[in-house]
């Protein structure tokens, strides 16, 4: 039997003109668990990525926490983020103001789950955004791709909390609006364990920050 560890990217830039960046707290995240991991002895038979910046910058920094310095990584198109502001369009004209209360951060992702679902449900097409039922595929090849290549190994994938929430939801068989609620409750580095065979994955853990367990580490504990 092998293990798919699903790493959520480190801290993001939510509301800056490029939120496709690490802040520098999200480097420290990526590099901490890089450092938890080789303190207890972690090797990864494979490594799998999406393409976008903050993937391969938290994987730059978890390698870096590791002591590794590997180019045999997998960039993985399917594992790649939505498009966050593409589907609140689709329900919301004119572009939102950068949240900066709390009640606008609330407003935002009001509309961004109302806008998920219409998405999920096929109801809307977000521009420059695939469709739902092509979202899923680009993450479930990715885990047939674990499964047939990785038997018994220990794989570690890179990606979004879109992706890592559309998996463990395509595993567990849940409905849209619980798939949903385990995207906007996911965190920045955290840790989603599947135990996986040549026939299927099974959910070990999710959402877990074991790196982060501590009063030294209870400020680098994000959501973006």
Same mark, same amino acid.
């Given at each position: 039997?092998?293990?798919?560890?699903?790493?959520?990217? $480190?801290?993001?830039?939510? +509301?800056?003109?490029?939120?496709?960046?690490? *802040?520098?707290?999200?480097? =420290?995240?990526?590099?901490?668990? %890089?450092?938890?991991?080789?303190?207890? $002895?972690?090797?990864? #038979?494979?490594?799998?990525? $999406?393409?976008? =910046?903050?993937?391969?910058?938290?994987?730059? %920094?978890?390698?870096?926490?590791?002591?590794?310095?590997?180019?045999?990584?997998?960039?993985?198109?399917?594992?790649?983020?939505?498009?966050?502001?593409?589907?609140?369009?689709?329900?919301?004209?004119?572009?939102?103001?950068?949240?900066?209360?709390?009640?606008?951060? =609330?407003?935002?992702? =009001?509309?961004?789950?109302?806008?998920? +679902?219409?998405?999920?449900? $096929?109801?809307? *097409?977000?521009?420059?955004?695939?469709?739902?039922? #092509?979202?899923?595929?680009?993450?479930?090849?990715?885990?047939?791709?674990?499964?047939?290549?990785?038997?018994?190994?220990?794989?570690?994938?890179?990606?979004?909390?879109?992706?890592?929430?559309?998996?463990?939801?395509?595993?567990?068989?849940?409905?849209?609006?619980?798939?949903?609620?385990?995207?906007?409750?996911?965190?920045?580095? *955290?840790?989603?364990?599947?135990?996986?065979?040549?026939?299927?994955?099974?959910?070990?853990?999710?959402?877990?920050?074991?790196?982060?367990?501590?009063?030294?580490?209870?400020?680098?504990?994000?959501?973006?």
């Amino acid at each position: 039997m092998g293990t798919l560890y699903l790493v959520r990217h $480190g801290q993001a830039s939510f +509301g800056a003109a490029d939120y496709d960046n690490l *802040s520098e707290l999200g480097h =420290r995240q990526a590099v901490r668990l %890089g450092e938890y991991w080789r303190e207890r $002895g972690m090797k990864f #038979d494979a490594v799998i990525t $999406g393409t976008l =910046r903050r993937h391969r910058q938290t994987w730059e %920094g978890i390698a870096k926490g590791l002591g590794l310095e590997r180019d045999d990584v997998l960039p993985w198109p399917g594992l790649n983020e939505y498009d966050s502001e593409a589907v609140i369009a689709t329900i919301h004209e004119g572009k939102l103001q950068k949240p900066d209360t709390p009640e606008m951060y =609330r407003h935002h992702f =009001r509309l961004l789950r109302e806008g998920l +679902g219409a998405w999920m449900q $096929g109801r809307t *097409s977000p521009v420059g955004m695939p469709s739902y039922v #092509d979202f899923l595929a680009g993450v479930t090849t990715a885990l047939d791709h674990v499964r047939d290549r990785h038997h018994g190994a220990k794989v570690l994938v890179v990606s979004s909390g879109g992706p890592i929430s559309t998996a463990v939801g395509h595993v567990l068989g849940t409905s849209a609006e619980t798939t949903i609620e385990l995207n906007l409750r996911i965190r920045n580095t *955290s840790v989603t364990e599947f135990a996986f065979t040549p026939k299927r994955h099974m959910l070990v853990t999710y959402n877990t920050l074991p790196h982060l367990d501590g009063p030294a580490y209870e400020d680098w504990v994000t959501y973006s």
